[in-house]
């Protein structure tokens, strides 16, 4: 453990630590551009300047590509060095473009920052700039290479980090380019990191290009809801618009890290065709009145058809205090059937997974990262969970063996493909773990783990709160909804944010749908409620490996300012409430009518 | 029988012709302040409503008898309401005694340009002077307002201290004329105006008049910086225009009596009486706008300071030495 | 002597409210008076053109963000010749305290003040303005700056065409 003095504070460190990751260990800032955690060093940019006063290494050095030594005395506000910093900054604004205004970075770039705390103000170099020709990269990605101060950082992590082979760099010295070979589409599923790794505005989210500003951001710590890994995100909302999606660092789960489906699958939430309004018979309301419409017309459906003809169907993306809630709703109702999954297969397997993750085996992402014997059994984490992928490739640089068993499935890693668990080797291995998914064989993995105890298992369920979900599916013996339908009995469904298949609902005569989305059972029920998307709500998601995470509210619900009036511009009229701004968080609303179920019957008693 | 009837006729004309005097006069001295004030800040001051703005005072009447007339929670009533007429009244009926003119023979009657010659007319205005006082601190502490009560109390205070060094400046003017009779105090002074033999009282008498009227150096129980504006913070409309309206016949008055005691009254060449009466009631009115905008208002233990161990003593040695000096004269 | 030089002071007080008495007065009568502001009065916001006749306004969110009270709202969009532009931009008048800032950090020199004080309406709602009611048909105070010229991205001309550049580098050539 090397010892050194940073800026008069002594620092003790791991051996092969840097001087960069010494002086932040300790909250000293070092600025840099090129050098990143999860990337490591190039040594491109130069902006980490320091001066090494005593030692074994005097005069500037690179902080990010010194390994600390013995005795070191380290300034980072030396003279020297600062004028070496504030120089370097100057050289990399000679070509940068002076576009900060029309530039999506602006306001969240490094580059920017750091020239304004180097104090580089005016322009004094007097020749020319250099250009380059910008690439399409897709729609997800907008390309601006004049802004590139050839930090490497998206080659690094695009090629090295997550394993794609379509962008690389080109071209030499003052000429380096940063792009395809061919203009095209970004054929990596982590092409959105780019966006959130380029330390100025070479890449930025042609999604949200030209939309708002990062001081006008409504952001809040969120959790991913499109698979079940779980992944931290940061969702940017303006105007009731969710504009973007930015990861969110959680050394746990994702790292540094989101896939693109995390990333650009922000458009559902801004629909026009979610159901924005409470619809009472094809009637608009409040909010207020339709759950009093509900409560009552449960109780004329008891009535006419004897009780338990009512299921309460929940599902799998709900947040967990709904699911939650869920079990409490069907028993004051006296619900004949209470449904968290469609088919019986579904519930079954899901609960057998639920069995096999429960004996304390899950792993979490960064134990798959930090494994060194990976099977990828039966399952397309590509497809079903890319960050799961991204993870076992992080392994695999690490020297892990990745073995595959299943056919036509790739990877960004080399595999070694099997047949079957026992070609697997896990005896030699130290950290094993097995990648699977909900249709895994349960019996198999169950007698594996008797005999590899250090074993451990990521079962990739089908949506955001499924492990959740399925806790309270064992707890309180739901069944599935075709087996609830089978014997004709329900006939009334209450469904809270479900998706239902259209073919089910037929002939049931009275359907209320409780979602946000524009699901079959919204499309057939007569009393429909809207509830908050994951961005707009405070509630909780269960991940795969069992890890409860919460997500805050981002944005306020409603209609979108954008294409709200014919006028091109927000309306000039005041309201208290947003249109379409009624919606309630699904546990709410479900509270709500618990208690007001309550009082009914306390009022009839 | 007819001569009653004449007498009285006359009376009460004389009455309604103080009346609609001071009233007006105090309505456009109201203006006239403005406009004087406007000038010391080199503005123009009111000069929208009417030529020259003249009609300012009655735009101003307009606007305060449409306002809505407020009282406070907790204010008690009948005091609160009585409170503006005792303040304007008492002012008013001050003017009674003061000899505004020669007296005329009209008819064969001799009439006194004077709603009535009292005997003890000094000693009514200083006890009507008196009784002002009550308008202030009733209206203060009627009001259930800290502020206003502050203001009254201040007032209070204020009235009584110098009402003392009023009242014993204008000793040795009864000295002098040897009679509490106002008309004989002008008398007196047709040779040689007792300003002349007392200079030191016309300054003690000016000085609390100032104070007496509540006017700048001594506004502390308005006090608009400290107090909103004193005791008449909680009224609004016609009753705080009487307020309003009364501290201005007070400079009338005040500076009528001013001319009667110092300045000879009525007395003055080629001009005839009342002119220079009115003339000199006027010049008090200016002098009082003047000082208002230039003087800055004092601290309050200033004020009771400078009354009570200043005004007071010297007021009382003013009197010794007249004494003596009557006496030695013989 | 104190009291001699109080009453001097007093007296001098009031010698100098006397001759102020005689002084023309500074008063402008304004509604039949007007006086002409200076140019760089700061009133009614307006947004210039660039001398091509473009909108200079790239919506950057700047002046918004300057704005102490919030005044300023504006939804940035890209126009089909890849120009950024205002969709929509509203300064609210009722609201703006004309303090400047807006234009002071506005890095184009659309968005300027004019000395055109006169906007006092009846319905509050009129000082709302939209982005029609601000856009003149002119270059205002500076007549000369059109800021994609020197931008250093090709917006209103080629890339590497505009104002000190180089054209643009070809990645695929083998010289050094």
Known sequence: MPKLIIDDIPVEVAEGTTVLEAAQSVDIPIPHFCWHPALGKAGACRVCAVKMLEGPVKGIQMSCMLPVQEGMVVSTTDPEAVAMRRAVIEWLMINHPHDCPVCDEGGECQLQDFTIAGGHGIRRYSGKKRTHVNQYLGPYIEHEMNRCIQCYRCVRFYQEYAGGTDFGVMGSAGRVYFGRFQEGQLESPFSGNLVDICPTGVFTDKTARFRARYWDYDMAPSVCPHCSLGCNTTPVARYRELLKTVARRNEAVNDWFICDRGRFS????????????????????????????????????????????????????????????????????????????TTRKEQ???????????????????????????????????????????????????????????????????????????????????????????????ELLDK????????????????????????????????SLEEALADGEIKGIIAIEADIPAALLDGIPFVAALDWLAAAAV??????????????????????????????????????????????????????????????????????????????????? | MMYDTIDIALLLAKIALVFFVILTLAAYLVFAERKVLAWIQDRKGPNRVGPFGLLQPLADLIKLLTKEDFRPIGADKWLFYLAPAMAAIPAIMIFAVIPFGAPLTLFGHTVLLQVSDLNVGLLLFMALSSIAVYGVALGGWASNSKYALLGSIRGLAQLISYELSMGLSLVPVVMLARSFRLSDIVNAQSGCWFIVYQPLAFVIFLISIAAECKRI?????????????????????????????????????????????????????????????????????????????????????????????ILTPLALVNIVVTGWWLVLRG | MKILSDIAALLTGMWITWKHMFRRPVTIQYPEEKRQPYPRYRARIVLTRDPDGGERCVACQLCSAACPVDCISMQPTEDTDGRRS?????????????????????????????????????????????????????????????????AGIGVTQPRGNGAEELPPVDVRGLLP
């Open chain 1, 266 to 341: 922000n458009s559902v939430v801004n629909d026009p065709l979610r159901p924005r309004r409470a619809v009472v018979d094809s009637r608009e309301t409040g909010v207020a009145e339709a759950l009093e419409a509900l409560q009552l017309r449960i109780r004329d459906i008891e009535e006419q058809y004897g009780p338990g003809s009512i299921a309460v169907v929940g599902s799998s993306r709900m947040a967990q205090e709904a699911a939650e809630l869920l079990p409490q709703l069907a028993h004051r109702i006296g619900a004949g059937a209470l449904c968290f999954s």
């Open chain 1, 348 to 442: 079954v397997e899901t609960l057998a997974l639920l069995e096999l993750l429960s004996a304390g085996r899950s792993a979490s992402q960064q134990d798959v990262r930090n494994s060194d014997c990976i099977v990828i059994y039966g399952c397309d984490p590509l497809n079903e969970a890319p960050m799961m992928a991204m993870a076992a490739r992080q392994a695999w640089r690490a020297g892990a063996k990745v073995y595959l068993i299943g056919q036509g499935i790739s990877l960004p890693c080399e595999v070694t493909e099997c047949t079957a668990l026992e070609d697997v080797p896990l005896a030699e291995a130290e950290r094993p773990i097995i990648i699977c998914n909900v249709s895994v064989r349960v």
């Open chain 1, 448 to 479: 594996l783990q008797e005999s590899h105890s250090h074993l451990k298992i990521a079962g990739l369920f089908p949506a955001a709160n499924s492990f959740g979900a399925a806790q309270v599916m064992r707890e309180t013996g739901a069944i």
């Open chain 1, 523 to 605: 499309q057939a029920a007569q009393i429909v409620i809207p509830t908050t998307a994951w961005v707009e709500m405070d509630g909780s998601y269960i991940n795969y490996e069992g890890r409860a995470q919460q997500f805050s509210k981002v944005m306020n619900p409603g209609v979108p300012i954008k294409g709200l009036d014919p006028n091109g511009h927000p309306p000039h009229s005041h309201r208290t409430v947003a249109p379409g701004g009624e919606a309630l968080p699904a546990w709410q609303l479900l509270a709500t009518l618990i208690k007001l179920l309550d009082d009914d019957s306390r009022g009839l008693s």
């Open chain 2, 217 to 309: 150096p001594f506004e502390l129980p308005e006090a608009e910086g400290e107090l909103v504006a004193g005791f008449h913070t909680e009224y609004s409309g016609m009753r705080f225009g009487l307020f309003f309206v009364g501290e201005y016949i007070n400079i009338i008055v005040l500076g009528g009596l001013a001319a009667t005691f110092f300045l000879g009254g009525w007395h003055g060449p080629f001009l005839p009486p009342v002119v220079w009466f009115s003339a000199k009631v006027l010049a008090f009115a200016f002098l009082f706008i003047w000082m208002r905008g230039t003087l800055p208002r004092l601290r309050y233990d200033q004020l009771m300071h400078f009354g009570w161990k």
């Open chain 3, 86 to 150: 205002a969709e929509w931009f509203r300064i609210n008048f009722a609201r703006c305290i004309f303090c400047g800032l807006c234009a002071e950090a506005c890095p184009t020199l659309a968005i300027q003040m004019t000395p055109d004080f006169e906007i006092c309406t009846r319905d509050i709602m009129d000082l709302v303005y939209e982005k029609e009611d601000l856009l003149i048909d002119g270059c205002g105070k500076s007549s000369h700056y059109n800021f994609y010229r020197h």
